[in-house]
């Protein structure tokens, strides 16, 4: 009796275990294959030309919020942002150019930044379930934009800025969902926690998924 209690409350204790993970978490808007297909094509030129190997990590995407918490937290945060999204209408994002920030990182613009802040907004009403601690707080951008290449060396972000603020690129998406991404505090691959659909459905409606 007692050898098949043991792997029981080993099971138990995995889970337990697992709860308990803290876990890096992001939430983005990813653009449609073919335009992530163009801006990985631009970062993979940008990595060639500035020995920038680092460009050609990181998949294309628009990131909302980055935050860490407990695993064990994990539904309730998706319960919250699935109804945010089920009120949210789908939007289009325009992009146009590019962009930088002194002296690390090249990016391309977000132009119609108004439908992003304002969803950044909504999400902002839960950040008390997505701080862990005093040291761990959400990290919201209010200012949407693509990364091509970040964590530049000096002169890496100079040459590179001298030509690219020169550059044109245009593209757009229709924003019909946003993701929920988590890893595991020191992996390096995200996977995909949760789709989380924009649906512009009525507060009634959201409100009885909530606390239906």
Not at 19 to 41: D, F, G, K, W
Not at 98 to 111: A, D, E, Q, R
Request: glycine share 4%; net charge positive; aromatic share 10%.
């Amino acid at each position: 009796m007692q050898k098949a209690i043991k792997p029981v409350a080993a099971v138990l204790n995995e889970n337990y275990k697992q709860q308990l993970a803290t876990n890096e978490y992001l939430v983005i808007l990813s653009p449609r294959e073919e335009l992530r297909m163009r801006i990985q094509q631009v970062k993979k030129e940008f990595a060639e030309a500035y020995q920038a190997s680092g460009a050609i990590g990181g998949k294309p995407q628009v990131t909302l919020v980055r935050f860490t918490q407990l695993a064990l937290m994990e539904e309730r945060i998706i319960q919250r942002l699935r109804t945010i999204a089920m009120g949210y209408c789908p939007f289009k994002v325009e992009l146009k150019d590019f962009g930088s920030f002194p002296s690390h990182t090249i990016f391309i613009n977000v132009t119609s930044k108004l439908p992003i802040r304002s969803l950044v907004t909504e999400i902002k009403d839960i950040q008390r379930l997505m701080k862990l601690d005093k040291d761990h707080k959400p990290h919201f951008i209010d200012e949407p934009y693509i990364t091509v290449a970040r964590k530049l060396l000096p002169f890496q972000y100079e040459k590179g800025w001298l030509e690219y603020s020169h550059k044109s690129f245009t593209g757009r998406f229709i924003a019909d969902s946003m993701l929920l991404l988590k890893r595991r505090q020191g992996d390096i691959a995200w996977q995909i926690a949760e789709r989380l659909a924009f649906q512009n459905l009525p507060v009634t409606t959201r409100q009885g998924a909530l606390f239906g």
